[in-house]
């Protein structure tokens, strides 16, 4: 039984940091394109970062470039998105998943953890 728990998240100013973390539990995942996305209030989830297993090249949303940077340690089996610049944009629920078609930037597996709240003041 996969398990994925998001910590990290918490109430920053503009411009400030947050590291977001994402245990994954179950089985190893060190073949798996990693990702990160994200649910602003009233909207969609959106793609924010994915990281492909097997060169670690990575791809971000337009609107994060730049500012997010997404890396894992396998021996961890934890993925991190780290956030520099934050702006109020920013604010939403985080989630993470194990799987990322990288063609069209969305999620194929349907587990999520809980998410970790970001909330970025102006």
């Known amino acids: 039984q996969v398990q994925l728990v998001e910590s990290g998240g918490g109430l920053v100013q503009a411009g400030g940091s947050l590291r977001l973390s994402c245990a994954a539990s179950?089985?190893?995942?060190?073949?798996?394109?990693l990702g990160w996305f994200r649910r602003a209030p009233g909207k969609e989830r959106e793609f924010v970062a994915a990281?492909?297993?097997?060169?670690?090249?990575?791809y971000y949303t337009d609107s994060v470039k730049g500012r997010f940077t997404i890396f894992r340690d396998n021996a961890k089996n934890t993925v991190y998105l780290q956030m520099n610049n934050l702006k109020p944009e920013d604010t939403a629920v985080y989630y993470c998943?194990?799987?990322?078609?990288?063609?069209?930037?969305?999620?194929?597996?349907?587990?999520w953890g809980q998410g970790t709240q970001v909330t970025v003041s102006s």
């Open positions: 998943t194990v799987a990322v078609n990288l063609a069209t930037m969305t999620p194929l597996s349907d587990k």
């Open positions: 179950g089985r190893a995942f060190n073949y798996n394109n």
């Open positions: 990281l492909r297993w097997y060169d670690g090249n990575t």
